[in-house]
């Protein structure tokens, strides 16, 4: 996840009470009865320093001993759930059906893992990704990713509920109150756009005042991981950093690519945009942390 790496190379660099982080929600799902949060947890648990780098989501060191033991009982168990992080979704479970919100248990489970930033739900309504897959149909998001590993021709993506969903509290003022505002390099489609379509969250982004960055999920014109060249093209997109530029010009200012992406600089600057050229790659924290700091100065510079 994107959005996990860059956060670990940024919280070295700031006062973590100063850092809000808004999460995607379209990809929850419920599994074996139990609501699973899968963008909450990963950015939780990435930045409580927790998490399964290797893998890229999950409990470090997790064992799935529980997952094999269901499989005497359902006939599919592919949606990985670590033994330990099955507690995470059981007491988030448990909160939501005694009546408590996904922000508030979201709180708990921060401070649980002892965090001083504040991660925010983008709603507490929910909202859902669907994928329609050429021959396959409409499918949830979690079947099309994790169970059809992606396999398919995307020809849209909607997300179900977003007309009725609401900013989840504390999600407009962190907004308007922000000195500055990043979009991570995460999938745009099924991560980014989703939060940015809720009503009110675009105009308090707009109204802060607050410069915003983008950084581009592609290097060398492909993700690093994830099926986001295959939904760019079934939507009408161009495969680039150009492409991806296009879907925040009427939100950021700046536009972070990697060198092997350097000649889309114009294309880029054609949009509107300020293009940073520079190591997007976070292969390790250390890279991580270099990337964030890039970002970070040309904020400083913007405002």
Not at 54 to 71: E, I, V
Request: one cysteine or more; aromatic letters at 6%; glycine letters at 8%.
């Amino acid at each position: 996840m994107g959005a996990a790496r860059f956060l670990r190379g940024l919280l070295p660099l700031i006062e973590p009470r100063n850092l809000t982080v808004i999460v995607n929600t379209t990809d929850d799902e419920s599994f074996f009865g139990l609501h699973v949060s899968p963008d909450l947890d990963t950015v939780t648990y990435t930045l409580a320093g927790v998490s399964e780098r290797k893998r890229g989501w999950g409990l470090q060191g997790d064992t799935f001993r529980c997952l094999d033991a269901l499989g005497r009982y359902y006939d599919e168990t592919w949606f990985q759930l670590g033994d330990r992080d099955l507690a995470t979704h059981l007491f988030r479970t448990e909160a939501l059906r005694r009546g408590r919100t996904l922000t508030a248990v979201t709180r708990d489970i921060a401070k649980a893992f002892g965090l001083d930033c504040r991660i925010l739900p983008m709603s507490d309504q929910p909202v859902r990704t669907r994928i329609e897959v050429r021959g396959a149909g409409t499918l949830d998001f979690q079947d099309y990713l994790v169970r059809r590993r992606a396999r398919g021709e995307v020809r849209a993506i909607r997300l179900a509920g977003i007309g009725k969903a609401r900013p989840a509290p504390g999600v407009l003022k962190a907004l308007r109150e922000s000195d500055a505002i990043v979009l991570p390099p995460s999938n745009p489609f099924v991560s980014i756009l989703p939060i940015l379509k809720i009503r009110g969250v675009k105009r308090a982004l707009r109204d802060s005042g607050a410069p915003v960055a983008a950084v581009s999920p592609l290097i060398g014109g492909a993700p690093v991981k994830g099926p986001l060249d295959r939904m760019l093209a079934g939507t009408g997109h161009a495969v680039s950093s150009s492409g991806v530029a296009s879907l925040y010009r009427d939100i950021a200012s700046v536009f972070v690519i990697d060198r092997r992406d350097a000649a889309e600089s114009r294309a880029i600057e054609k949009l509107g945009l300020r293009a940073v050229v520079t190591d997007t790659y976070m292969k390790t924290p250390a890279r991580a942390r270099k990337l964030a700091g890039t970002v970070l100065a040309e904020l400083a510079s913007a405002k």
